[in-house]
């Protein structure tokens, strides 16, 4: 038997019991007691000769082993029929497969834990505030309604292209950050389309880009527009 393991590794005797069972490869539903208990009491033994402290509840456990385990020993009684007589190891049978349903749900719901760390949220804003007519329209043909409009066409349009990666990183992205990169094509190219500026379809970097292009307009760094109806939207140096 391994004794490199700690006993404070196990979340009670339950746990070192299922330790134990699965190690001996045995059947949880036909245990054998006189092999199981000798190997749990085999292990708290080591550890106390390893001066480590075993707490009062794995010692408990040694005693209801080593009564279950003289009730094994003891002869039936001729008067009852076979399958009649009450199981010893009943108890710690349901108690050892409780135990084990609710280490399963633990890790089901750490798994889901896990997996909710690769999404990236985000407090709801109220775009409403970047609804001035005067700073993001150009003669009246583009507003805050058609911008945001033409931005969900654009991520349907993507999601059936490919999935949204989620994926949290450690590089953070601001709107500052991102407005400087957006006067930095716009100095190059003088205008570009709307869509261009969302070169990643990363939704962190996708929200960040949106707010970044309604600033920029609120405060005139760029003018959005269209040439001709239907035609792509325009972004352009102010």
């Not at 007691?33 to 550890?47: A, C, G, H, R, S």
């Not at 349903?101 to 089901?108: C, P």
């Not at 805050?144 to 931005?151: E, S, T």
């Amino acid at each position: 038997m391994d004794y490199s393991l700690n006993i404070e590794q196990f979340q009670g005797p339950l746990d070192l019991l299922l330790h134990l069972i699965k190690e001996s490869k045995m059947d949880i539903f036909d245990l054998k007691i006189e092999e199981i208990t000798n190997q749990y009491l085999d292990y708290i033994n080591k550890m106390e000769e390893m001066n480590l402290n075993v707490a009062s509840s794995y010692l408990v456990m040694s005693a209801e082993l080593l009564e279950i385990k003289s009730k094994m020993l003891l002869p039936r009684h001729e008067d009852v029929e076979e399958g009649e007589e009450e199981d010893p190891r009943e108890n710690l049978v349901n108690r050892l497969l409780e135990y084990q349903r609710y280490k399963d749900l633990t890790k089901e719901f750490k798994d889901l834990e896990n997996e909710r760390k690769k999404i990236f949220t985000k407090v709801p804003e109220n775009i409403l505030e970047y609804k001035d007519e005067e700073t993001i329209v150009n003669n009246g043909d583009i507003t805050l309604d058609d911008l945001v409009l033409a931005f969900q066409k654009f991520l349907e349009r993507e999601k059936s292209k490919k999935p949204l990666d989620t994926k949290v990183t450690n590089k953070e992205l601001s709107v500052e950050k991102r407005r400087s990169s957006i006067r930095r094509i716009l100095k190059e190219k003088r205008k570009v389309s709307f869509f261009e500026l969302f070169e990643s379809y990363n939704k962190e970097y996708i929200v960040v880009t949106f707010l970044a292009i309604l600033e920029m307009a609120k405060e005139n760094e760029l003018k959005i527009y269209q040439e001709n109806n239907f035609d792509n939207i325009v972004c352009e140096v102010a």
